[in-house]
Nanobody, 118 residues
C-alpha cells in the first residue's frame, strides 16, 4: 500500500510558476512509475507527466517545454515544476503511483487545486 500526499497548489497569474510536490509512503518508492494527472471541471482526467523508475519522462503535448517532472528517491517525493502557466492549466492535479507486476497496482493522492487566473 502506498499513500500519496500532494502539496503546492494555489492561485497564480498567467505566465507564473508553481511547483507541486507529492510525498509517498513506503520503502519501494524508487520502483514505482510516478505520474501527475489533472482534471478540469467537466473534463476527463488526463495524464500530464509520467516518470519511470529509470527516470524517463513523458509529457502530454500541451505542457511540453513548460512543465518538468522530477523525483527524489531519497525523499520518496515526486515534483512537477510548472512554468509559463496558462488559464487552461487550471485543474485539480493528482499524483499517481503505479507498481507491481504489469503495473497492476495504482495509487492516487487526494489532489491539489491549481488555478491560473488574473
Amino acid at each position: 500500500q502506498v499513500q500519496l500526499v500532494e502539496s503546492g497548489g494555489g492561485l497564480v497569474e498567467p505566465g507564473g510558476s508553481l511547483r507541486l510536490s507529492c510525498a509517498a509512503s513506503g520503502s519501494t518508492f524508487s520502483m514505482y512509475v510516478m505520474g501527475w494527472y489533472r482534471q478540469a471541471p467537466g473534463k476527463q482526467r488526463e495524464s500530464v507527466a509520467v516518470m519511470t523508475s529509470d527516470g524517463i519522462a513523458n509529457y502530454v503535448d500541451s505542457v511540453k517545454g513548460r512543465f518538468t517532472i522530477s523525483r527524489d528517491n531519497g525523499k520518496n517525493t515526486v515534483y512537477l515544476q510548472m512554468n509559463s502557466l496558462k488559464p487552461e492549466d487550471t485543474a485539480v492535479y493528482y499524483c499517481n503511483a503505479k507498481g507491481g507486476a504489469y503495473l497492476i497496482n495504482s495509487y492516487w493522492g487526494q489532489g491539489t487545486q491549481v488555478t491560473v487566473s488574473s
